[in-house]
């Protein structure tokens, strides 16, 4: 059955970067050996709206992939100063920014590209870990040492435990339509509105005051918080539920998304990859699907459903229970 799985990487990989993209099996899988990606270490992946997908690795820069080609940017071969990239996001106007882990922000527009970090800007670190725009084309920026930062194309202004309440790591950071802004800290949970920031209080006892390593709002309305290590805590209908790790099937959640059929999925590193239907939760792990590294650090979600599963060890899983379809 293994070798069965193997053959069928192999030919989907091949169609995935021919001429032709039917609707093929429910599962693909891209490494290293297959495709043109150079590593198997994946940490995100960002769609952008004109469905490009910006692949941020662990040890060998960013992958644009699109029309059926990859195009790998890294420190040998452009002025991206780090290899190890967490996320990105794209503004209004078509702007790609990058978070590097070590190497500051790089924004990417028709391929030409910037860079800002502490020797050239006024960012307050160069170890990134999220990133959000607003529909200001605002960038705010989580650090890892520097606290939050912002950058609306010409002004940085930094918050960190010097001259704000916040800590100086922000892993996660979410900004919604009315700009009001979730932190998610080592700390915790912290908000700020009008730029007043303050550490959240949940109103439940139940829930800790511990690492934030994700968020989301669904599309009812629902905000996800993804604890690192300790549950997930959902605010629905004005009432905050916590789940702590001894009522899920996993115990850290490293990143949330929700698909086109509004079921949430998490990157576990540990236990594969989850999804929650409103009703019960359900893992795809080595044991009982085509993944072969539980180490997954985050889950994408394309135009036609797809789940594009970034793995540590071993590439990205691309998964449909529906069938998948590329374009």
Known sequence: MFGRFIMLYFVLAFNLFGQENPVHS????????????????????????????????????????????????NKSNSNILHNTIYDAKEDS???????????????????????????????????????D?????????????????????????????????LPYKIP??????????WIGSIEGLYTMENSAIKRYNFGNDTIPFASVY???????????????QNGIAVYKNNTWTYKSINKLP?????????????????????????????VKWQLLNKNNSPLTDNLV??????EFNNKWICTFFDGIFIYNEDGIKLN
């Open 214 to 228: 994700s968020l989301l709002r669904t599309n009812d309305g629902s905000l996800w918080v993804g604890f690192k």
């Open 297 to 302: 650090f985050s889950v994408a979600v394309d």
């Open 133 to 165: 725009v607003d529909v200001n084309d605002k960038v705010w920026i989580g650090t890892w040492g520097g606290g939050l930062c912002t950058f609306d194309g010409n002004n940085w202004k930094s918050f960190t435990n010097n001259n704000s309440v």
């Open 26 to 73: 429910k599962w693909i899988h891209l490494h290293k050996d297959n495709s043109k990606l150079p590593t198997n270490s994946i940490h995100s992946v960002f769609i952008d709206k004109n469905n490009v997908k910006w692949i941020c690795t662990w040890d060998a820069g960013l992958v644009k992939y699109y029309s059926d080609s990859m195009i790998v940017f």
């Open 172 to 181: 996660s950071v979410l900004i919604d339509n009315n700009l009001k802004v």
């Open 93 to 131: 106007k078509g702007n790609i920014f990058i978070a590097t882990h070590g190497g500051g922000l790089v924004k990417i527009k028709d391929n030409k590209i910037s860079n800002y970090n502490t020797g050239n800007s006024g960012i307050s670190h160069n170890t990134l870990y999220k990133i």
């Open 250 to 278: 996993f115990s850290k959640c490293y990143s949330l998304a929700e698909d086109r059929n509004n079921k949430v999925w998490i990157g576990t590193f540990g236990h594969g990859a989850a999804w929650f239907d409103g």
